[in-house]
């Protein structure tokens, strides 16, 4: 029989808790030992590792190098661009050295008096195929090197003796389409619990009432291992603490122990939620105490946020009672120069950058994050679309996860659902990116199923597949079945789809793949698909694209005149490693060149064009190209602005050029014209285009008007002088000593005045000393073979950034960068 102890407490009311729960966890991050190996001892216990190299987890295997034309080479025909015949694909998985096997040891420390606890490990993810070992058993085996894992260890561990855990992992030639890392590139944790435990993902909690005066919070938890109770009762208490940390609701009952595991159901009214959202990231905590006769057998915490979502036919996604409409970023999950390593400096920079570009949304393409990705999106206010495939069972490359979808799709979205489910920032799932299966009615139908296991994990969320054949799917069906129909390019049958579809909206789940290269920019100024010149990279001036893609805009003006149309998330916000599309054979070319963001995290010409459409509120005022074009003089040079303001005019060495206003009456049914395509007429809507301006060495200056005609603010470029000295910039210049920080150093290399040496891109040399290390520099040229790792790396377009990372010890860090013909320069980063 239940009995109900208490209800809710007063606001603030504190719980008095024992000191010490039975749980404890920890990360296994070092004392690693690493071999690229393979041989079928290195499971057992008495196998001597001595020889192999120390490594500290999580750790990327192949970011390290060197890059090669041979890593990973695919010879084959990428269907999805297009490509009909098998041909040589060099770079398209980064040229890194991923491929082939690897096996990580360590000793596991297991306390003689572990008594009738349980041991846990669980992996956040391990690149790939993992075979886990405990004293020389296999205690399982996870091919998805995206998903979190886990084992219970407890009958292979020997309390109190030595006890050996080793990691096989193994990655297949041609198994990606972008650089997956490697290895055990996640965290790796151990976790003992009392007999009586809340399981991994144990806590399911939903807020089916969200309104100003109250919320109602829905708790439904697990409890393992009842039968060791022998049939005496449980004590469960259970609270919910405010984003204050204070006590807002609590019960405490007694439970009969019948069976081995059990549901326990509860509720919470919370008056005046204080509601999760963009800009009020607001944090719950669910607090479950499990006690047997006043001793503490298990406390778990749970973190959550109270919001609604809901969509509307003809309106669209609402969050909170409010329209949201998706000003999303696909990214992959490398942090650049870190490769796949899981850094929690490094996300939470390119969620800060991407928040500062006005992104609000990014989907984890094309797999599930980093546990770690989603609890920062979770505090700082960023929805997520949390995806799950690339593929199912039809291959997209000949080894990839289409040899293991039918057996393993079920447990793999299981486990992303069941990890995400109590994360407010996830606002919806995807179970798929642009599969082969699209037009068939067997597709729409397995569609069908992965949205209905979803729904069956979690009935809060919304589903959406990333479909890239419109035409496929409205026949098949696949468009239909979806909760959100997700359309990947091609917005000019966004129309076309909306007219048939019940849905009464649609997103665009992959928009765009513009391509460009920070701070390069090519002549004559037009519009190209495809194109590809001698140094590997694209213009700057935001023209090129894909063939089967387009220029923003072509995206803005459907985002923004269809009510119906939810938003769009763009390819890509920043680049990553692998698919330098349109450099498919051209080695080298390691990186993509999609990105608004480059690989080093700076910003490229686009992500003020997206920043001055998404960010309307926020300043704008960017010119482009640089002005330092010796040889140039003469030679037509057209000059963008990339501005929230409505007009702009531009002068050139105090000479105007004119007066340009963004053209408000331009309309999609207008321009869908190959002749609007060449003239760029619906950038005129969104961009400040001068196309006929010559360029003489001096000074661009543009002055920007607001809907009033007042002069608001200016901006200014300058032609550089010679390079002059270096200048450094730390995002961070205070950082914690755990060892893992990281203070990301932009440098410069600047004239006398201080303008940047556009076309600067000498070797620079760094050295780190006091209470931090080098961890690594990029520069985001994707032509680039310089390893990242090494503590010297070329500039590109006259910057770089490099990474200090900290000790594990307070104290300062000084980075000292030198270069030939240039005096060193030093920054100081408090490590603190
Ligand atoms: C899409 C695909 C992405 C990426 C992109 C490049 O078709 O979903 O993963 O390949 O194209 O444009």
Known sequence: MKRLFACA?????????????????????????????????FSSPTFNDSKWSRVVVPHDWA??????????????????????????????????????????????EIPSDLGDRRVFLRFDGAMSHARVYVNGKEVGYWPYGYNTFAFDITSFVRPGEANTLAVRLENKHESSRWYPGAGLYRNVHLTFTSPVYVPLWGTQIQTPTVEASRAYVDVRTRIAGMSTLSGRPLQVKTKILSPEG?????????????GTERLYHTGFDVERPQLWDIDQPHLYKYVIELSDGGRLLDRDTTTFGIRSIELKAGDGFYLNGRKLKFQGACLHHDLGPLGAAVNEAAMRRQIRTMQDMGVNAIRTSHNMPAPEFVRLCDEMGMPVMAESFDCWAQPKVPNGYNLDFNEWHERDLV???????NSPSVIMWSIGNEVPEQPSLDGAKLAYRLQEICHREDPTRPVTNGMDNPLGVLKS?????????????????????HKVLPQGFLLGSETCSTVSSRGVYKFPVVRKSMAKYPDHQSSGYDVEHCGWSNLPEDDFIRQ????????????????????????????????????????????????????SHWKKDAETLHILPHWTW?????????????????????????????????????KIEDTENEDSQKAFTRQKRYRLMWMDTKYEPGEVKVVAYDDAGKAVATQTVRTAGRAHH?????????????????????VRVVDKDGNLVPDDGRLLNFKVTGAGSFRAAASGNPASLDAFHLPRHHAFSGQLVALVQSAERAGEAVLTVSAKGLPSASIRIQVK
Do not use: C
Not at 415 to 421: D, G
């Open 9 to 41: 407490l007063t606001l603030g009311a504190a719980l008095s808790l024992p000191l010490q729960a039975q749980r404890s966890e920890r990360l296994l991050e070092k004392g690693w030992r690493f071999t690229r190996e393979d041989q079928s001892q």
């Open 63 to 108: 970011i390290y190098g060197p890059f090669s034309f041979d890593n990973d080479k695919q010879h084959l025909a990428i269907a999805q661009d297009g490509q009909k015949e098998a041909m040589e694909h060099a770079g398209r998985t980064g040229g890194l050295p991923f491929v082939g096997t690897g096996w990580y040891r360590r000793s596991l």
């Open 246 to 258: 204070k006590v807002v609701a609590q019960r405490e009952e007694e439970i009969q122990s019948a």
């Open 415 to 421: 486990n992303l659902v069941h990890q995400f489910r």
């Open 477 to 497: 069906g696949m468009a239909t079945t979806l909760d959100i129909p997700g359309f990947n390019y091609r917005p000019f049958l966004y129309d076309t789809a």
């Open 560 to 611: 923004e005149d269809h009510d119906w149309s939810m938003g769009e998330f763009i390819w890509t916000g920043i680049d990553y490693l692998g698919e330098p599309t349109p450099y498919y054979s051209d080695w080298p070319s390691h990186s993509s060149l999609f990105g608004a963001v480059d690989l080093a995290g700076l910003p490229k010409d686009r992500f003020y064009l997206y920043r």
């Open 630 to 666: 010796p040889g140039r003089e003469g030679e037509v040079t057209p000059i963008f602005v990339y501005t929230n303001y409505p007009e702009a005019e531009l002068f050139i060495n105090g000479k105007s050029q004119g007066r340009q206003r963004k053209d408000r009456s331009i």
């Open 726 to 746: 270096l200048e450094l910039s730390a995002d961070r210049t205070t950082i914690s000593p755990d060892g893992k920080d990281i203070s990301f150093v932009t």
